[in-house]
C-alpha cells in the first residue's frame, strides 16, 4: 500500500511543527516547509525520523507566489525520490505571522505583507499544488479566532480581516473540490503559546494569566492542542467533515 504524503507549511515551529509530527505519526509522510528558520525545519524532520517516520524540508516563502511554480517542482522531485509518487493526499497550510496595529495606525504596507502570506499565499499555493493533490485528499487551512466574535481584540484589524478570509476562502474550495472528493476544513486558535509575533509570549509572559483567566479551561494552548485536531482532520476520523471552521481555543471568552 502507498504511504499517504502531506505537505505541512511553515512547519519549523509551532503549530505547523505540532501537526507536521502528529501527522507523521499517523503513518503519513510529510514535506514540511520552512522561511526563515531552516534549524527548526530539521528539528521538525529530526523528532518526526525519531518515531520512526519520513519527512523532508523545503524552503517556501509563502508571501511570494511568484516563486510557487519552483516549489511545486520541488515537491514533484521530493514525492519522486522519497516516496516513489507523483502525487500527495493532505495539505496543510498554516504559515503564516502575526503583526498588530490599531485601525488608525495600520500602513498600507502592512496591510499588504499580511494579506500577501496570510490570505493571497494560501489561495495560489493551492491552486499551483492542485493538479498534484489526490483526488479523495484533504485540505485544513490554519485561521485565527480573531476572525470571530470570540477572539476579537484591538490592534488585529488587518490580520483578523485576512483570517477572516482564508475561512471565506476554506468554504469556496470545499464546494468547488467536492466533485474530486476532496474536503477542506479550517482550524481557528485561540492564544496558543508558539513564537508568534517575535516569541510574543517569552518576551511578554505577564500577559498569559489574564489570557488564561478569559478561558474556559483555564489556560494557554498549546501547539499540541491545534496539531492533533489538523491530524484528526485530515485523517479517516474526518471523512465526513467539510466546510467548517473549528474553534480550538479552550473557550476563550466563552
Known sequence: MTMRVAIVT???????????????????????????????????VAAIEKDGGTAVALPLDAGRSETFPA??????????????????????NNAGFGQMALFEETTEEMFDGLMRVL???????????????????????????AAS?????????????????????????????SPRGIRVNSVSPGSTRTRIAGNAFERHPEVIPGLAARTALGRLGEPDDI??????????EGCWITAQDIEVSGGYNL
Do not use: C
Not at 509518487?85 to 496543510?92: E, G
Not at 493571497?120 to 479566532?145: M, R
Not at 466574535?149 to 468554504?171: D, H, I, W
Open 149 to 177: 466574535f470570540a477572539g476579537m481584540e484591538p490592534g488585529y484589524s488587518a490580520y483578523g480581516t485576512m483570517k477572516g478570509g482564508l475561512v471565506v476562502l476554506t468554504r469556496y474550495m470545499a464546494k468547488e473540490f
Open 71 to 92: 516549489f511545486r517542482d520541488s515537491v514533484v522531485a521530493a514525492l519522486r525520490d522519497t516516496w516513489r509518487r507523483d502525487t500527495f493526499d493532505h495539505l496543510v
Open 119 to 145: 490570505l493571497k499565499g494560501p489561495y495560489f499555493l493551492t491552486q499551483t499544488l492542485l493538479p498534484l493533490l489526490a483526488d479523495g485528499g484533504a485540505i485544513v487551512n490554519v485561521t485565527s479566532n
Open 227 to 236: 496539531g492533533v485536531v489538523v491530524a484528526a482532520l485530515l485523517g479517516d
Open 10 to 44: 511553515g512547519a519549523s515551529s509551532g503549530i505547523g511543527q505540532s501537526a507536521a509530527i502528529q501527522i507523521a505519526k499517523r503513518g503519513t509522510g510529510v514535506i514540511l516547509t520552512y522561511n526563515g528558520n531552516q534549524y527548526g525545519a530539521l528539528d521538525t
